[in-house]
């Protein structure tokens, strides 16, 4: 493929980061030096105010408050707290999303409750490659059914022909963890509707990274990630979004005692409480929270149109630079070229993926390796700078030209790839 836009140059990266509306957000976060971090999308790094927020519930609040602190430092108010803040990254309301549990779990009660609305029908879609976690708790949720559902599973281009008149539930990922590969939300959520089915969204790789309208495109439930681009830590929680016109009727199993009606009433039989907060079950991890509110709060200050315009020039200049300095190396590119097929992320095939990213680690160059052939590199548009995404394209044409990844040591094996 022939472009006859202009190549970049140092001088142009230089330029790009100086007219950089996003620049400033850069000194929020702690950024080891010597590091090119490009696996935000994984885990987000460290916000300094959580840094100091953390010490501060630690000492301030716990150690000093005790359990008074569940009243008057907020505890108890902090789940819906940020959901309230969270629902403008996704176009929802206040109290159409709450803070809970992990994307797992939140996944487990929006489809349990998504199929209690559509008792007559008894397929779930989704996509063949999503995210294994989603699919997982749609086989578990099946087999604690009794086996009366089914999972229809469609490659990425056939989803809505997938969708028919039997289908409850369509359970999709917005944007693709392997391939970066960003579905159309407002047109599956309209097929799904003109098949009579719901649709649940998984915003993990969405949320703070592209645009997301749920309620401009009338979704009917969401899940997403706190860890990712929202930078809320490691095992952040993750939140759920239950649209407003559903909230009365959706019932979800985890039936604990935050989402009843009265918690402190302490009553033998469960009543949901009403609004989102009946999508609660146990106690939350405050601390947490209290970190999670610092990246959420960082992401709010940046408009989303800004973010994307972002992003999209990050990874269209990665996938330049790539392209010309890694030619020849059998880099295959998975992610879509179109904007609107795009998430936040570049994603190249190759049989040796693992020890090449190892050797890119090795040099500071932090992107992550995806079952079974895919370099994947997340770019998060609050803190990358282009001289970053200049530099590891660069170090990436030395890994590969030098065969310095072929090596024992890179390919071994850890837990966590
Ligand atoms: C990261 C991710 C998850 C994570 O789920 P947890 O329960 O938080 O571990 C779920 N779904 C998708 C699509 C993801 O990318």
């Not at 359990?67 to 940020?82: D, H, K």
């Not at 403008?88 to 939140?106: C, F, H, K, M």
């Not at 009365?248 to 009543?271: D, I, K, M, N, T």
Request: proline share 6%; hydrophobic share 45%.
């Amino acid at each position: 493929m022939t472009t006859s836009a202009a190549l970049p140059t140092p001088e142009t990266i230089f330029a790009l980061d100086a007219c950089d509306p996003l620049a400033p957000l850069r000194s929020r976060f702690h950024l080891p030096e010597g590091v090119i971090y490009l696996d935000g999308n994984s885990l987000g790094p460290l916000p300094r105010t959580a840094r100091h927020r953390l010490v501060e519930v630690a000492e301030d609040e716990w150690g000093n408050g005790l359990i008074r602190s569940w009243n008057s430092a907020g505890w108890i108010e902090l789940s819906q707290r940020i959901g309230d803040k969270l629902a403008r990254l996704i176009g929802a309301q206040p109290g159409e999303v709450i803070v809970a549990d992990s994307t797992s779990i939140n996944l487990f009660k929006a489809l349990a409750g998504g199929l209690a609305l559509r008792p007559d029908r008894r397929v779930i879609v989704s996509e063949r490659d999503n995210f294994p976690t989603d699919l997982y708790m749609a086989q578990g949720l099946i087999a604690l059914l009794g086996g009366t559902h089914g999972l229809r599973l469609a490659e990425a281009d056939a989803i809505a022909q997938a969708i028919a008149a039997d289908t409850a539930v369509v359970m999709l990922t917005h944007v693709n963890y392997r391939t970066g590969r960003m579905h159309d939300l407002a047109a599956l959520t309209r097929c799904a509707h003109e098949h009579g089915a719901l649709v649940i969204w998984d915003l993990a790789h969405s949320t703070g990274a592209v645009p997301v309208d749920l309620n401009g495109a009338e979704a009917d439930f969401a899940v997403g990630c706190g860890y990712k681009y929202l930078n809320g830590g490691p095992g952040a929680p993750a939140f759920i979004f239950v649209a407003r016109r559903h909230q009365v009727s959706f019932r979800q199993p985890l039936a604990g005692w935050l989402g009843h009606a009265q918690p402190f009433a302490f009553e033998g039989c469960y009543r949901p409480a009403e609004g989102i907060a009946r999508a609660l079950c146990g106690t939350p991890p405050i601390l947490s929270l209290a970190a999670l509110e610092c990246g959420v709060d960082i992401a709010l200050e940046a408009p989303m149109a800004a973010v994307r315009a972002k992003s999209l020039a990050l990874t269209d200049l990665f996938i330049t630079l790539v392209e010309q300095r890694c030619s020849g190396h059998g880099l295959r590119l998975v992610t879509p070229r179109e904007y609107d097929r795009r998430g936040s992320q570049v994603c190249f095939a190759h049989p040796d993926a693992f020890p090449i990213m190892q050797a890119l680690i090795a040099r500071g160059v932090i992107g992550d390796f995806r079952a079974p052939d895919v370099l994947r590199f997340g770019f998060a548009p609050l803190y990358l700078r282009y001289a970053d995404v200049w530099d590891a394209a660069h170090i990436l044409a030395e890994v590969l030209d030098t065969r310095a990844w072929d090596r024992p040591e890179f390919r071994q094996r850890a837990i966590v790839t």
